[in-house]
């Protein structure tokens, strides 16, 4: 249960930072592009992402943050178990996909701009490796 609280409260904080964002928050940045280099890195990106965008990110972290706690509760009558458990898969391989994502020359290509670049290499791709493994866990421990 301790893991599927983790990953419940750090994918809320997530989720919470991408609306945030959605509603043209600049932190950790004191301008746009600041913040664009800083969450995006993308070369040519100038503006970050529409509202909508940012909501529809918002919504996907934060049903995710949600399936933790649906596969630590155990099976209940209205949740197929087989549903549980390839979501969970699925929600498993894109964090796992994103997490290897950031150490590979193709993404560093596309996502050059400092200081996304290093807090990529250093926290972004690390980060997401360790919520894959937290899922990793859950779906091993649920099976």
Same mark, same amino acid.
């Given at each position: 249960? #301790? @893991?599927?609280?983790?990953?419940?409260?750090?994918?809320?904080?997530?989720?919470?930072?991408?609306?945030?964002?959605?509603? !043209?928050?600049?932190?950790?940045?004191?301008?746009? !592009?600041?913040?664009?280099?800083?969450?995006?890195?993308?070369?040519? #990106?100038?503006?970050? *992402?529409?509202?909508?965008?940012?909501?529809?990110?918002?919504?996907? @972290? +934060?049903?995710?943050?949600?399936?933790?706690?649906?596969?630590?509760?155990?099976?209940? +009558?209205?949740? *197929?178990?087989?549903?549980?458990?390839?979501?969970? =898969? #699925?929600?498993?391989?894109? =964090?796992?996909?994103?997490?290897?994502?950031? =150490?590979? *020359?193709?993404?560093?290509?596309?996502?050059?701009?400092?200081? =996304? +670049?290093?807090? !990529?290499?250093?926290?972004?791709?690390?980060?997401?490796?360790?919520?894959?493994?937290?899922? +990793?866990?859950?779906?091993?421990?649920?099976?």
């Amino acid at each position: 249960m #301790a @893991i599927a609280t983790a990953l419940t409260l750090l994918l809320a904080a997530i989720a919470g930072l991408h609306a945030y964002w959605g509603r !043209d928050g600049l932190w950790p940045a004191a301008s746009e !592009d600041e913040l664009v280099a800083t969450v995006i890195g993308n070369a040519s #990106a100038r503006r970050m *992402p529409s509202p909508g965008l940012c909501l529809a990110v918002t919504l996907a @972290i +934060a049903v995710t943050a949600i399936w933790p706690l649906l596969l630590a509760q155990g099976p209940s +009558a209205g949740t *197929p178990r087989l549903l549980i458990f390839f979501s969970g =898969f #699925a929600i498993t391989a894109v =964090f796992l996909l994103r997490g290897i994502a950031g =150490f590979l *020359p193709a993404w560093r290509r596309l996502h050059p701009r400092e200081p =996304f +670049a290093s807090n !990529d290499r250093r926290y972004y791709s690390p980060l997401c490796l360790l919520i894959a493994a937290g899922y +990793a866990i859950l779906l091993l421990q649920g099976s």
